[in-house]
């Protein structure tokens, strides 16, 4: 107990000061989670090598798990490093006893999905304060008629997909799946979010493959006497009501600012880069892709800046709005911690 204090302790200590870091100068320094982590791996040495032994093997495979997802969304650009090794260093101070609880092998899960809800939840609030507001709308991309087939064939993918990963996972996973449910389910909307904008979806390949699974899952596993409409009805509304939100939530993920402002770091949006495409100014990014691939750097935060004070330049530029993950990443291990001691 004294030793799972401590853990707990030293986490809530390490995410005051790296939030702090994000929100005033938008960086997760190495040097603390680095010592953060050897303090961590210390403990758990102390601490696995006592009664807790029999704990060891939930922590690693719930550690494992976290930090495979962690990677992957640092693979794909939904974040930064910095976050992936925040999150990987938060992960050992969370006590493998929490992991391992009323035969759920594999609660990390719980531990992600708390992270993007409160992540989530928190893009939706500040969106909604925004409208009310009546701050601007800034959209890349334009709604017109002839994207509706587009945009119809999107939602049966993903419903395609959804209703797919649902059938193996009761397959594969069997009670493990039934007794988790709620995991599950709240992985499925992650993954709609995720995945809503994948060009993937589009691809002739990928939708022979989604029928074809859908198809034979029918015929092989249950038929029509397994088919359920209510639960059809409620997976195809969640997709619906995420991508409505997602919709709305993008027209208030971009900010203006001043081009003197323009810093290392930023991301700029696809109008922006646009802009840039006549002039003669040397060094100005020529492409984006609106995630933490497009960073700019210093020089070319500078040759921003010349750019605006050109005669072909703009006062004005827009920005991807940063999220800072730090701070859901922290919350959510809090969060996490507090469920699992109190239910």
């Known amino acids: 107990m004294i030793c799972e204090i401590l853990m707990i302790a030293v986490m809530f200590l390490c995410g005051v000061y790296v939030v702090y870091t994000d929100l005033k100068r938008g960086i997760v320094e190495n040097k603390a989670l680095f010592i953060t982590a050897l303090i961590g791996i210390l ?125 193996l996972y009761e397959i594969i996973l069997g009670d493990l799946y039934k007794s988790n449910i709620a995991i599950f389910s709240l992985l499925n909307i992650v993954l709609v979010s995720l995945i809503s904008e994948s060009q993937y979806l589009k691809n002739k390949i990928t939708i022979l493959i989604m029928v074809g699974i859908y198809i034979l899952s029918f015929i092989f596993y249950g038929g029509f006497n397994r088919i359920n409409v209510a639960s059809i009805l409620k997976s195809y509304g969640i997709v619906v009501l995420i991508l409505l939100l997602r919709y709305f939530v993008e027209g208030y993920n971009y900010k203006s600012i001043p081009t003197k402002s323009v810093e290392k770091g930023m991301v700029l949006s696809y109008t922006t880069v646009l802009f840039f495409q006549n002039s003669t100014i040397k060094g100005l990014p020529v492409l984006t892709t609106e995630d933490m691939r497009s960073r700019i750097t210093v020089d070319e935060a500078q040759a921003i800046k010349r750019w605006g004070e050109s005669n072909k330049g703009r006062s004005e530029i827009v920005i991807v709005r940063k999220i800072p993950f730090a701070i859901f990443i922290v919350l959510g291990a809090l969060f996490f911690i507090m469920l699992r001691v109190l239910l």
């Not at 040495?45 to 060891?56: F, V």
């Not at 992936?84 to 938060?90: F, H, N």
């Not at 994207?147 to 959804?162: C, G």
Request: with cysteine; glycine share 4%.
């Open 43 to 167: 403990l758990d040495i102390i601490y696995y090598c006592g009664d807790a032994r029999y704990y060891l093997n939930s922590f690693l495979l719930n550690y494992l798990l976290v930090s495979s997802i962690a990677v992957l969304l640092y693979s794909k650009h939904y974040w930064a490093a910095g976050d992936t090794k925040l999150l990987m260093c938060i992960s050992l101070f969370i006590p493998g006893r929490l992991y391992d609880q009323e035969g759920v092998r594999i609660s990390g899960l719980i531990f992600i999905m708390i992270i993007f809800l409160i992540a989530y939840i928190y893009i939706i609030i500040d969106s909604l304060i925004q409208w009310k507001n009546k701050e601007s709308v800034i959209r890349n991309r334009k709604f017109n008629k002839s994207k509706v087939p587009d945009i119809i064939k999107n939602y049966i993918m993903i419903y395609l997909i959804i209703r797919n990963l649902s059938v």
